[in-house]
């Protein structure tokens, strides 16, 4: 596993390891120690993977588990955004390495989806650093080699692209595509070009969805997500603005998507 020269230009470190926890969890660690950020931390298996709201995420060998360290990024109420770059840079890094093209879609809010399945997921932790400092490590879980069976949503992975859509190939891809999205992104100010590229691969834009949340479901029209990231949705009461959920597609008729450009 290694850094291309463009993002070990940027004075951005990696380590690797056999087996971890977590990375996430030592990404943070080695934050709380006194570590600048810019550190990719990646292992081949995981003991204790989880995603969103603390489930638990299968780690075999085979697949890719890497998580980076970033100190002081932008303001933290920007640091969210930080999953949209995140899910920018992997469909790109997805297509360079398998020319996966339309095949890889982004599911709302931090999930890449392949056939339908998921593929990946996207793990945003933030803490408050001894010093002051407010440190964001952003971990991503991609199926490459195998999926997990019996969830209750369909899962993939990209083993029929065969050894050019190894976690080897795919994770230098997608430190170099993240470091160029993370540079436009620019702390939060060049959010509007991230917004755009995301809503260019999204899953079930213009298309009837159903949004699971703490207070029950809602279904409506997927129009946009907004300038701070939510998902903007059309329903039988009017337009809702929804901050955190689970989304389910094709739960109606599609309708025909606008473009990105077209989306307010």
Same mark, same amino acid.
């Given at each position: ?69 970033? /100190? ?159 998902? /903007? ?32």
């Amino acid at each position: 596993m290694r850094l291309r020269d463009e993002t070990a230009a940027r004075s951005w470190r990696l380590e690797s390891f056999e087996e971890l926890g977590s990375t996430n969890d030592e990404a943070m660690e080695r934050g709380r120690a006194g570590d600048p950020g810019g550190l990719w931390i990646v292992a081949a298996r995981q003991s204790a993977g989880r995603g969103r709201l603390g489930r638990v995420w299968s780690s075999p060998p085979g697949n890719l588990f890497a998580s980076l360290l970033l /100190v002081d990024p932008a303001p933290p109420d920007r640091a969210p955004q930080l999953g949209f770059v995140a899910g920018v840079a992997l469909i790109e890094a997805l297509r360079e390495v398998a020319g996966a093209g339309d095949r890889v879609a982004l599911k709302w809010p931090n999930d890449a989806l392949f056939d339908g399945g998921k593929l990946a997921g996207i793990l945003l932790e933030a803490s408050q650093l001894p010093g002051g400092a407010f440190a964001c490590v952003v971990g991503v879980g991609v199926n490459c080699a195998s999926h997990p069976a019996g969830l209750p949503y369909p899962a993939s992975d990209l083993s029929e692209f065969g050894a050019r859509a190894s976690r080897e190939n795919l994770f230098p891809a997608f430190a170099d595509c993240f470091a160029r999205w993370f540079d436009k992104w620019s702390g939060g100010d060049g959010f509007p070009l991230v917004r755009e590229a995301w809503l260019a691969s999204a899953a079930g834009l213009g298309a009837q969805i159903e949004v699971a949340r703490g207070d029950g479901r809602l279904k409506g029209l997927f129009r946009t997500i907004d300038s701070r990231g939510r998902l /903007v949705l059309d329903a039988d009461a009017g337009e809702t603005v929804i901050e955190a959920g689970d989304i389910f597609l094709s739960v109606g008729p599609r309708v025909e998507s606008r473009r990105p450009e077209d989306q307010t």
